[in-house]
C-alpha cells in the first residue's frame, strides 16, 4: 500500500491509497510494478498535484504559501521549480551601447 497525495477535492485534502501489484520474471528473476499514467516513477503525488503547483507559478506566490495551499513541503515545491526548464540564450561577447541614445 502506497499514500499518494492529489490535489484538494471542495477544500478537502485527497490522498489515494493505492496497493501496488509487482510482478516476478520467470527468466531473469527481475521484480518490476506496472507502469501507472496518472503517477511519476518513484512520485507520491499526481501528476495533476504537480500540474496544479506549476500553474501557481504563473502569479506572484511565495513558495512556502504554495507548499501550505497544497500540503506539501517547501522543498518538493523547490524541487518541482528545479525541474522547470527555461531556455536562455547567452549574449554575445560584444556588446555595442549607443551612446547618444543613452544620453537623451
Do not use: P
Not at 527481475?30 to 502569479?59: P, Q, W, Y
Not at 513541503?73 to 536562455?88: E, F, G, K, P, Q
Request: contains cysteine; aromatic residues 8%.
Amino acid at each position: 500500500m502506497q499514500k499518494i497525495k492529489d490535489t484538494h477535492i471542495h477544500g478537502k485534502k485527497c490522498l489515494i491509497h493505492l496497493k501496488k501489484t509487482r510482478y516476478d520474471c520467470k527468466s531473469c528473476g527481475c521484480r518490476f510494478e506496472r507502469g501507472l499514467d496518472f503517477i511519476a516513477k518513484g512520485h507520491t503525488m499526481t501528476n495533476g498535484l504537480v500540474f496544479a503547483i506549476v500553474s501557481e507559478f504563473k502569479e506572484l506566490y511565495s513558495i512556502s504559501s504554495i507548499a501550505n495551499r497544497y500540503d506539501v513541503s517547501s522543498n518538493t515545491v523547490l524541487r518541482i521549480l528545479d525541474c522547470l526548464c527555461v531556455s536562455r540564450t547567452r549574449l554575445s561577447e560584444v556588446l555595442c551601447i549607443d551612446k547618444f541614445k543613452v544620453d537623451s
